[in-house]
């Protein structure tokens, strides 16, 4: 016999279902409460760097738009500093939360997020990955919530040396987590769950 | 509060144990779970770090259902529970300064939503969210109604047992996680599509909250006991060395 390990396990993850917006953007869904809701503003004030938007649309198998999904990214300042408790390597910039969180429109399902490119960020051995967005999308039919990262087509050196795209098997994959520049600063990000653009998902 | 006790790489999440994305009985699934294999990597930073929430931004009634969406004076209709619990990771450890938010149904089984067509009633005094952040050793309570179960169109006679849904976000985005608290005792549970997307009756269990008779309120309130757990964090935070082992 040996000692136990005594960990738990992880909670189980169930569907976000079709009224996640009732509790994480409750005045997204006529409920007026709490003086509006999080992660709808991720700038506080005047923010450092090239200030950006990321839209998108989430698609299923068929094609068809999600309009009952909520998206939220999570990305470092322009500086690569996340505004983090657990950031150690500087101060990130006090007017950037780098959180967001979007329903997408009520009738298109189109997720819009105004922030920052954001800089680089170590790997854990210290060479630099290339900009990127992690992103994390929830909806009824999706058990357990999406990770993905979005980067940046007009990064193509920073892209091509970054450790996780140069690695992927399939590199003609690779062009499903690019964001490709539609106008100046604004940036579309698809996400196809399904079918020969399936977007790579992360075991995250 | 301190919230840098942990830093460090995430125990890589138990696929075996979450739900697969394609469960058919649970019909969305099939033209929304991804089909091609996740890709694996180590956390780092980006999924090691997380926006701060602090206590201040927090009004007093966020995490009591039945007041928070009342007129004066008003309270929410339905069985009146506590529900209260800790937010731990695989380690055992408390994990301070966790977002939890939750919504449900009121107790006829109706959502306050534009897109709900169930013809139970809304109760005006009942907005159906609320939300939270865990105490120094993890734990959080907020008071409800019960909800009731509701029909849904999957199968021709799909009924959710009356469930509580919690979005919880810890400390590091690799943490998120989107769950549902069921109740003791529920007789639709082990009928449900979307419980069957869970793989065994221990991950089902997981996830159904006792009747917890030490934390109800005589005269006033039941109480239901829910703990979840996020995932672990390899190491202890060190002052003295802070990027860990």
């Not at chain 2, 301190?2 to 125990?11: A, H, Y």
């Not at chain 2, 509701?150 to 509580?164: E, L, Q, S, T």
Request: hydrophobic share 35%.
């Amino acid at each position: 016999m040996v000692q136990e390990l005594n960990y738990h396990k992880e909670s189980p993850s169930q569907t976000a279902g079709p009224y996640v917006h009732i509790g994480c953007m409750p005045n997204f869904s006529g409920i007026e409460i709490y003086g509006g809701d999080l992660g709808t503003s991720m700038k506080t004030g005047p923010v450092k760097g090239t200030e950006i938007v990321i839209k998108g649309t989430v698609f299923d198998g068929t094609g068809t738009p999600l309009r009952d999904a909520m998206i939220e990214i999570w990305q470092p300042d322009a500086a690569g500093l996340f505004a983090s408790a657990n950031e150690t390597r500087g101060e990130a910039d006090p007017n950037f939360t780098g959180w967001g969180r979007s329903p997408g429109d009520m009738q298109t399902g189109e997720f819009t997020f105004d922030t920052v490119k954001p800089g680089a960020v170590p790997w854990p051995d210290g060479r630099m990955q290339a900009p990127h967005v992690t992103a994390w999308i929830v909806a009824r039919g999706i058990n357990i919530g999406l990770h993905t990262r979005i980067y940046f087509e007009d990064e193509e050196s920073a892209n091509a040396a970054d450790p996780i795209l140069s690695r992927i098997e399939h590199q003609n994959r690779v062009p499903t987590l690019l964001a490709r520049k539609e106008g100046e600063g604004v940036y579309r990000f698809d996400v196809h769950l399904q079918g020969p653009n399936e977007t790579i998902f992360f075991d995250m | 509060m301190n919230i840098l006790k942990q830093n460090g790489g995430f125990v890589p999440r138990d696929r075996s144990w979450q739900p697969d994305a394609m469960t058919p009985p649970y019909k969305t699934t099939v033209k929304r779970g991804p089909h091609a294999a996740l890709l694996s990597f180590p956390t780092t930073l980006s999924e090691e770090t997380s926006p701060v929430f602090g206590q201040s931004m927090l009004g007093e009634l966020d995490n009591d259902l039945t007041l928070n969406f009342a007129q004066p004076g008003e309270s929410a209709i339905g069985p009146r529970i506590i529900v209260h619990g800790r937010v731990l990771d695989e380690m055992g450890r408390g994990v301070p300064g966790t977002l939890v938010e939750f919504w449900q149904a009121n107790a006829g089984g109706r959502y306050r939503h534009k897109k709900e067509g169930y013809l139970a009633p809304l109760d005006p005094n009942f907005g159906g969210c609320g939300r939270t952040i865990t105490a120094e050793d993890g734990s959080y309570e907020l008071r409800t109604i019960q909800p009731g179960p509701y029909p849904w169109p999957n199968g021709m006679n799909d009924w959710r047992p009356a469930h509580i849904h919690f979005s919880i976000f810890g400390h590091g985005f690799a943490q998120r996680l989107i769950t549902q608290m069921y109740f003791e005792g529920d007789p639709h549970i082990p009928l449900c599509p979307i419980v069957g997307t869970l793989k065994s009756q221990e991950a089902v269990d997981a996830l159904t909250a006792p009747l917890d008779m030490h934390r109800t309120v005589p005269m006033d309130s039941r109480a239901y006991k829910f703990d979840i757990v996020l995932r672990g964090q390899r190491q202890t935070y060190f002052e003295n060395r802070k990027e860990g082992l």
